[in-house]
C-alpha cells in the first residue's frame, strides 16, 4: 500500500500554494490560512487520530470556501442591482462600489412604450407625402416605401386627412350679450374660435358637448373627411375630387425590429459580464469569516471522505479495520447544503423590499405602541 501523506500538526503558509492564488497577496489570508488549517485538521480529530490532509489540501480548501463566499455575496447583488448594472461598462470593477437604484435602464426600456404611444421613444419617426390622383380613392402605401428605396417595409402612425377640428366651426347664435365680452376675449386669443361669453360665463363641459354634437353632426348629415388604412392600402373618404397630396407619418418596420439598443463594446450585456472580480478577505467581516471556517471545514471533511474510501479496509496485526469514509461525505454534503442555505437565507433578507418591509412594519409597531401613550391635557 501507498505511502498515505499525514497531517504533521504545523504548517506555513507561502506564496504558490493554493491552486489558483487568488488571495495568496493578502496578508490577512496569509495570517488565516494556518490558523484554519489547525482548526479544520483539529475538528477532524487531530492530533488524536491521524487525518490523511496536508497543508495544501486544507489551503486549497480556505481558497474555495473563500471564493463560493464571494461569488453568493456578488450574485445577490447582481440580482439585486441587475437593471442598473445592464449597459454599465464592463472595464470598472463593482468591488466596494455602492450601487444605486438608478432609473436610467428602466426608462429605456419604457422609451419602446413611448414609441407604441407616441409621445417619445427610441425609434425615428418619419414623414411623407403621398400624391393623390383625382377619382382615385385607393393607395399602396407598402407600393410607395419601395419606391423610396425602404426595405422591411413601413408602419403608419398618422395620416393628415382630417376636417378642421370642430371648434374652428363652433359658433353659438346666441351667445351675444352686448357687453363687449368678445372683445375682451380677443385679448387671451379665444375670439377667432367662439363667443368668449361661453369661456367665461359656461363651464368646459358645454363646450365639450358643443364639440361632440358637432362632429356628430358632420359624420351623420355631412361627407366628412376621412380614411381607412387595412394592410397599409390607405382608402379617402370622399373620393378625391382633384391632385393634391397627402401627408402622414410613419415608421421603418426595420428600426422597430432592431433588437440592439447600442452596438458598442464593452458594455454588460448579460450577468455574466458585470464586473465583479473575487472578493477582497480582508473586507470580509467577522460574521463572514465564521461562514468561511465553517465551509472549509466541510470541505476537507468531504476531500478526507474521499481520500479514506480509496483505502476502505487498513490492515492491524491480527485483522483488519475499516474507515468512516461514508460518515464523512454524508455529513460534509449536507454540512455544506446547510450553510449555503443559511447564506441565502441571510442575503434574500437584506434585499431592498425586504428591508424596506421590515422598517414599515417597524414604523406600524411603533405607532401602535405610542397610541396606547396617555395624552396629557393642557390648561393655560
Do not use: H
Not at 5 to 19: D, N, R
Not at 80 to 89: A, F, I, K, Q, W
Not at 144 to 158: F, P, S, Y
Not at 252 to 265: E, L, M
Amino acid at each position: 500500500m501507498a505511502d498515505i501523506a499525514i497531517w504533521e500538526g504545523t504548517s506555513t503558509f507561502a506564496l504558490g500554494q493554493t491552486p489558483f492564488g487568488f488571495y495568496d497577496s493578502d496578508s490577512e489570508f496569509q495570517d488565516n490560512a494556518d490558523k484554519v488549517a489547525k482548526f479544520c485538521a483539529q475538528r477532524l480529530g487531530y492530533p488524536l487520530m491521524d487525518v490523511e490532509l496536508n497543508s495544501g489540501s486544507f489551503y486549497a480548501c480556505f481558497e474555495e470556501a473563500v471564493t463560493t463566499y464571494g461569488n453568493e455575496v456578488f450574485q445577490y447583488k447582481i440580482r439585486e442591482s441587475y437593471l442598473s448594472m445592464e449597459g454599465d461598462s464592463t472595464g470598472t470593477s463593482y468591488n466596494s462600489q455602492l450601487i444605486g437604484s438608478s432609473l436610467g435602464r428602466i426608462i429605456e426600456i419604457t422609451e419602446d412604450y413611448g414609441t407604441e404611444a407616441t409621445v417619445g421613444g427610441n425609434i425615428t419617426k418619419y414623414s411623407g407625402s403621398l400624391d393623390v390622383t383625382a377619382s382615385i380613392q385607393e393607395y399602396d402605401l407598402d407600393a410607395w416605401a419601395t419606391a423610396q428605396g425602404i426595405t422591411g417595409g413601413i408602419e403608419i402612425r398618422k395620416v393628415f386627412y382630417e376636417a378642421p377640428p370642430a371648434i374652428m366651426r363652433y359658433f353659438d347664435p346666441y351667445a351675444g350679450t352686448g357687453t363687449g365680452i368678445q372683445s375682451l376675449m380677443d385679448a387671451f386669443d379665444f375670439g377667432s374660435f367662439s363667443p368668449g361669453v361661453n369661456f367665461l360665463l359656461m363651464p368646459a363641459s358645454y363646450d365639450i358637448l358643443k364639440v361632440q354634437a358637432i362632429e356628430f353632426n358632420d359624420q351623420i348629415r355631412k361627407s366628412g373627411y376621412s380614411f381607412e388604412i387595412v394592410n397599409n392600402r390607405l382608402k379617402l373618404f370622399p373620393v378625391p375630387a382633384q391632385n393634391g397630396k397627402v401627408w402622414f407619418e410613419y415608421y421603418k418596420k426595420s428600426d422597430k425590429k432592431a433588437a440592439i439598443v447600442d452596438g458598442s463594446s464593452g458594455l454588460v450585456t448579460n450577468v455574466g459580464e458585470v464586473p465583479y472580480e473575487n472578493i477582497t478577505y480582508a473586507t470580509v467581516n467577522s460574521v463572514g469569516r465564521q461562514w468561511i471556517y465553517r465551509y472549509t471545514l466541510a470541505l476537507t471533511k468531504e476531500l478526507l471522505g474521499y481520500i479514506r474510501g480509496k483505502y476502505q479496509q487498513i490492515p492491524v496485526p491480527g485483522s483488519n479495520t475499516g474507515l468512516n469514509q461514508a460518515d464523512l461525505l454524508t455529513d460534509a454534503r449536507a454540512e455544506k447544503l446547510a450553510l449555503l442555505q443559511e447564506l441565502r437565507d441571510m442575503l434574500d433578507q437584506t434585499t431592498r423590499k425586504a428591508q424596506l418591509e421590515r422598517r414599515a412594519d417597524e414604523s406600524d409597531s411603533l405607532k401602535r405602541i405610542t397610541t396606547q401613550i396617555p395624552m396629557t391635557i393642557f390648561i393655560g
